[in-house]
Nanobody, 130 residues
């Protein structure tokens, strides 16, 4: 059974940094990609970042490029999202998700496309005060 558990959310001030973690279990690591998505109240879920666990290729939405960094710890099957220079518009529930064939390679469009993902975590709240 595939399980994804996020942690690390919280309340911070604008300009602060925060690191989210996504611990995956039940996956064959090299076959998967892990993505981070977020959903703010009244808005659609949007792709934030993704990492191919097989070759380490990373993808970022334009809104977070140069501020957020995605990384992986293969041994512990954990993916991290380091969020720097946080803004109030980054406030959302953040979800990690697993794409079971993502290790074969993904286009940018697919990497940030929520319906492409097979498994989801429960989400963690990130709130940024201005």
């Amino acid at each position: 059974e595939v399980q994804l558990v996020e942690s690390g959310g919280g309340l911070v001030q604008a300009g602060d940094s925060l690191t989210l973690s996504c611990r995956a279990s039940g996956i064959t690591v090299r076959e998967y990609a892990i993505g981070w998505f977020r959903q703010a109240p009244g808005k659609e879920r949007e792709g934030v970042s993704c990492i191919n666990l097989n070759d380490g290729t990373t993808y970022y939405a334009d809104s977070v490029k140069d501020r957020f960094i995605i990384s992986s710890d293969i041994v512990n099957t954990t993916v991290y999202l380091r969020m720097n220079s946080l803004k109030s518009e980054d406030t959302a529930v953040y979800f990690c998700a697993a794409e079971m064939h993502g290790g074969l390679g993904m286009s940018y469009e697919r990497a940030i496309y929520a319906p492409a993902y097979d498994y989801w975590g429960q989400g963690t709240q990130v709130s940024v005060s201005s």
